[in-house]
């Protein structure tokens, strides 16, 4: 034989000529449709606008549902052929049985995707192995008209035939592609490469026609190539089937429960060709959806869950978001989620499944070992854009101390093809492969849903020990994570918080969604309090059902694309009108429950589900009164007292227009022509915060050309622009005086009530906006005259201290960060605080704090935030440093206002009596100790009261409840048991290590 030169892509185009070959269309299929505007059941799928197709007719519009009918017959002359079904409707599409229930989904071939990884699409139906040649075809098809990821492809019908499988030549398809794959990723000269290059070459030349006997001879060339095995592995991957499905994104809530049918229909198809194939799905939330909407579908797949073969993943209701969300919502995201799992599958969770999530906070570690969570996997790190993680494996160390194992896929992605390229880099990238022997991978079509397809498990067949790759096993993860624990003492640990250098504009995006959330959080806390204490007081049921289920719901809008910000308008269109209508649900049931709590109050209840006494200047009855109410009681007003006396005069309280000044006891503050703070003088301490010729609260508008994940970091190269001053007037009420100030930039307008109280620190800054703007971001900017290397800034039970220099490229990439609360900088004997009720996202550096209040990206949503707004930010003053001035105690007043329940109200709400008016319900003797939640036991009666120390200390306190105890025992995070404690004096004494929570269980007697 003459010498020849062997190319790669001569190769590759035999490889495409085998696939063009495989399947051979014979007849037509009938297809008939049914236009609706949203789904319809199926039982009424008849019921929307009848259509006849054919391939290039048009179905629908961006979001249509049509129930799709086709039919047809087998051609005699595919007889003993495996034959097959094409269809392609330029949408997604899930057969369905008889029953209507789902069977099979099958998805565009054009989605949007990344290529590289994959073809998206699935298109292949079987009708049989071996045709009698006579079968009828009588399938109907639930669609919707989008592609995986929301897109609009056409909605055109462009495939539905009968066609016949050449099964052979299917399989020589993939042999040929993995050895090809597999002889391009292998070094240079070595003989695995060069023998496979040649023996790929010389079956070419048998291929030149399709014959089944050269079919057979290149099979029987390349068997003896797959055929050699690897030897002793290094490095082990363990494959698991994937189809990440994001609850919101693209596309509506609605639809992705349409996607999940679809999508894990097909796996069980799937796993009856493949008996390999091992599949995993988190989120109990989907589950739930598919129990109640697909039920023959969810008994499927419990019946696999109880073969071994699906593996329920996750710890979470939802993968939810883990900056934005309050610490008690991500211990009820673990409660609900390990709960559902365990109740319907008998299976406790061990690992946090977090592929996509956009930065973990530092509070979490501690959370998941409470909640019986030892491991955690993500990928999302990887997208970090100024410093490369260091590890693939290793253990993440949080704010407390408390440590989980993490894994992230070396191959960083959760859509691996399952190709011999995802076995090459996943060794080749591996950061820890010197010191751990196994990998993950995650195989599938991910996002949008889909899940793994043919192409993946035919490669993996192959792949399992074959020369020349890493080892290949299909495995659960949680058999992955046992094996990789066996070398924990080997890896290296991670302090911190997890902070991925991406997408910092979803601290800010759908500003409204982020002011919902963290009201229905405060609300939800309070209603607990509020209910525990109608119940153990007035025997008043606790609404455990109606808290679920509010709970639950909340906790699917902290899904990592929705309250961050990133999903299209109509999920925000959409949940926020759910947000509005449970607020009000919620704020309900919390009159109701204080009423019953103060039934036989002699006057008006004012009520503070804080553990620390609050004295507070309140309008009652008309007047002003300063109202001393007990740490987590209340107190008693008479509305009608002193009602013919004159109001209180607040000589230190003054405000000027003209000079354009506030001032009380304790600060004097100055203001700009513009409008910006010249001046804040602190009395007591003889000091001046603001730096020397700038302004404080400077409110300026920057372009923001970004999405609603990401602004660039360079916008403030521009300065920003100032907003014009329209107005400026003084007011007095009371206790309180400021200066109502109106701006406006662009179509917009901000009017801002700056204010001052009597005896108050707290300088408030009371914001509406009408924002009207498109491509700005506006922020309002600090600079004190306070020196300090680090921000202390609130997270969820604790506080995370970040750097105010830029040092390092580790430093710069963290420039905008996030803080719920606060954000304190004090020097050791003074500093101050930004508080705030609804905003997360800061800047910090040299002596400034700065604030973003409102973007407005135009994609995904485009007309995200163009509305009206309404916040609180406050700047707090302080003697000593921020846990001296108790700084996240003012954080919690900000946010939980006392709550007033008037005597009429308080009368019906019980005919038994209510509370000791005066009395604390719970009483803690330290002031660094926070009673995040009270409420009643998941099972049981019991009282279950969740602390946390805050100030970063080791300390001991007491808890004394203000109701008969006959025990107390510390649980875990749900609630199970741990240790008994003791009762002696009727206090519970307990012992904190830094930003410990600790969740106890008391018997009530």
């Not at 079904?85 to 057969?95: A, M, P, Q, S, T």
């Not at 009681?633 to 009608?640: E, P, Q, S, W």
Request: net charge negative.
């Amino acid at each position: 034989m003459p010498y020849e030169v062997i190319r790669p892509e001569q190769l590759k185009g035999v490889l495409e000529r085998l696939q063009a070959g495989i399947y051979e269309p014979i007849a037509e299929l009938s297809v008939s449709a049914w236009v609706t505007p949203e789904p319809v059941p199926y039982g009424e799928r008849r019921s929307g606008r009848p259509l006849r197709l054919q391939p290039g007719d048009r179905w629908g519009e961006l979001w249509d549902c049509a129930w799709f009918h086709f039919s047809g017959r087998v051609p005699e002359r595919a007889k003993d052929a495996k034959v097959v079904l094409l269809i392609d409707v330029n949408g997604e599409l899930c057969l369905v049985d008889e029953e209507g229930s789902p069977v099979q989904g099958l998805t565009n071939i054009n989605s949007e995707f990344d290529f590289s990884l994959g073809l998206p699409g699935k298109r292949v139906v079987l009708v049989s192995e071996r045709a009698s040649g006579s079968e009828t075809i009588d399938l109907w098809a639930d669609a919707g008209c989008n592609d995986l990821f929301g897109r609009y492809r056409s909605g055109t019908l462009k495939e539905a035939v009968v066609a016949t499988c050449r099964e052979e030549l299917r399989q020589l398809y993939y042999d040929f592609e993995v050895l090809l794959e597999t002889a391009e990723r292998l070094p240079a000269g070595s003989a695995r490469k060069e023998r496979i290059f040649r023996t790929l070459h010389d079956a070419s030349h048998r291929l030149a026609s399709l014959t089944d006997e050269r079919i057979a001879e290149a099979r029987r060339m390349l068997a003896e190539l797959l055929a050699k095995r690897g030897g002793d592995p290094v490095l082990t991957i363990s494959a698991i089937g994937h189809a990440h499905i994001d609850l919101a994104w693209l596309w509506p809530i609605r639809e992705t429960i349409r996607k999940g049918a679809r999508t894990f229909s097909t796996a069980l198809r799937m796993m009856e060709r493949y008996p390999d194939y091992v599949f995993g799905a988190s989120q109990p939330q989907l589950y739930d959806w598919m129990k109640r909407h697909y039920p023959k579908l969810y008994r499927e797949i419990k019946e696999r869950v109880a073969e071994g073969r699906w593996e329920p993943q996750g710890a979470m209701w939802v993968e939810s978001d883990t900056n934005v969300p309050g610490g008690e919502s991500l211990v009820r995201q673990l409660l609900y989620g390990k709960r559902y799992f365990q109740q319907e599958f008998g299976q406790e969770m061990k690992s946090l499944w977090m592929p996509d999530v956009f930065g973990y906070t530092a509070s979490l570690p501690q959370l998941l070992k409470k909640a019986g969570v030892d491991y955690m996997m993500t990928q999302k790190l990887s997208w970090s854009v100024y410093n490369k993680h260091p590890h693939h494996t290793f253990h993440w160390e949080g704010i407390d101390g408390s440590r989980v194992l993490t894994h992230m896929p070396p191959e960083d992605t959760y859509n691996s093809p399952a190709a011999p390229r995802s076995i090459v880099k996943a060794e080749q990238d591996y950061l820890d492969k010197g010191v751990s022997d196994r990998a993950l991978m995650l195989f599938g079509i991910g996002d949008g849903g889909g899940g793994p397809g043919e192409e993946h498990l035919e490669r993996l067949a192959r792949e399992k020990d074959l020369l020349g790759l890493s080892p290949v096993e299909q495995e659960s993860s949680s058999r992955f994570f046992e094996r990789l624990a066996e070398g924990a003492e080997r890896y290296e640990t991670w302090r911190g918080e997890l902070y991925l250098e991406k997408h910092q504009g979803t601290l800010t995006s759908q500003g409204r969604s982020k002011r919902y959330n963290r009201k229905l959080e405060k609300a939800l806390r309070e209603l607990e309090f509020a209910a525990a204490l109608a119940e153990t007081a007035a025997g008043r049921p606790y609404p455990a059902a109606e808290l679920e289920a509010v709970w639950k719901e909340v906790l699917l809008y902290q899904f990592h694309d929705i309250l961050p910000g990133s999903s299209i308008k109509r999920v925000y269109d959409e949940s926020l009108e759910r947000y509005e209508a449970l607020l009000r649900q919620v704020e309900r049931m919390l009159g109701e429950a204080y009423a019953a709590a103060a039934a036989g109050a002699a006057g008006t209840a004012v009520f503070n589900s804080l553990p620390w006494e609050r004295e507070e200047w309140l309008r009652i009855g008309g007047r002003w009164r300063r109202v001393a109410v007990p740490a987590m009681g209340f107190a008693a007003v008479d509305a009608a007292a002193g009602t013919d006396e004159p109001e209180p005069a607040f000589p230190r309280l003054k405000v000027s227009a003209e000079e354009r000044t506030i001032e009380n006891g304790l600060l004097k503050v100055a203001l700009g022509a513009s409008g910006g703070i010249v001046s804040i003088f602190d009395k007591e301490a003889g000091r001046e915060l603001v730096q020397a010729g700038r302004e404080a609260n400077a409110l300026r508008v920057y372009a923001d050309d970004g999405d609603a994940w990401d602004f660039r970091q360079d916008y403030r190269a521009g300065g920003g622009a100032e907003l014009s001053l329209l107005r400026l007037e003084a007011f007095a009420d009371g206790p309180v005086a400021g200066l109502m100030l109106t701006w406006a930039t662009g179509e917009s307008t901000l009017t801002q009530r700056v204010a001052l109280t009597d005896g108050s620190r707290r300088l408030d800054f009371d914001t509406k906006v009408d924002w009207r703007e498109s491509g700005k971001m506006l922020r309002a900017s600090f600079p004190l005259a306070i020196r300090a290397d680090h921000a202390s800034c609130d997270i969820q039970f604790g506080y995370l201290r970040r750097p105010t220099h830029r040092n390092t490229m580790w430093d710069y990439a963290k420039d905008e960060i996030c803080a719920h609360q606060y954000a304190d900088l004090s020097e050791p004997d003074y500093g101050a605080a930004l508080l705030n009720d609804c905003k997360y996202g800061h800047r910090a550096e040299g002596g400034e704090l700065d604030l973003n209040l409102l973007r407005s990206p135009s994609y995904p949503d485009p007309e995200a935030d163009r509305a009206e707004h309404e916040f609180l930010y406050s700047l707090y003053p302080h003697p000593g440093d921020h846990v001296q001035a108790q700084v996240c105690r003012r954080g919690y007043e900000l946010n939980v206002p006392l709550r007033l329940v008037d005597p009429a109200s308080a009368a019906a709400g019980s005919a038994a009596a209510g509370w000791r008016e005066g009395a604390s319900f719970l009483e803690l003797d330290h002031p660094h100790v926070m009673a995040e939640a009270v409420k009643r036991a998941e099972d049981g009666d019991e009282l279950v009261v969740r602390l946390y120390e805050t100030a970063g200390t080791r300390l001991r306190t007491k808890l004394r409840p203000g109701f008969p105890v006959s025990a107390a025992r510390l649980a875990d995070l749900l609630e199970r048991d741990e240790e008994p404690l003791d009762l002696g004096g009727g206090a519970v004494e307990l012992e904190f290590g830094p930003f410990e929570v600790k969740t106890l269980k008391l018997t009530r007697s």
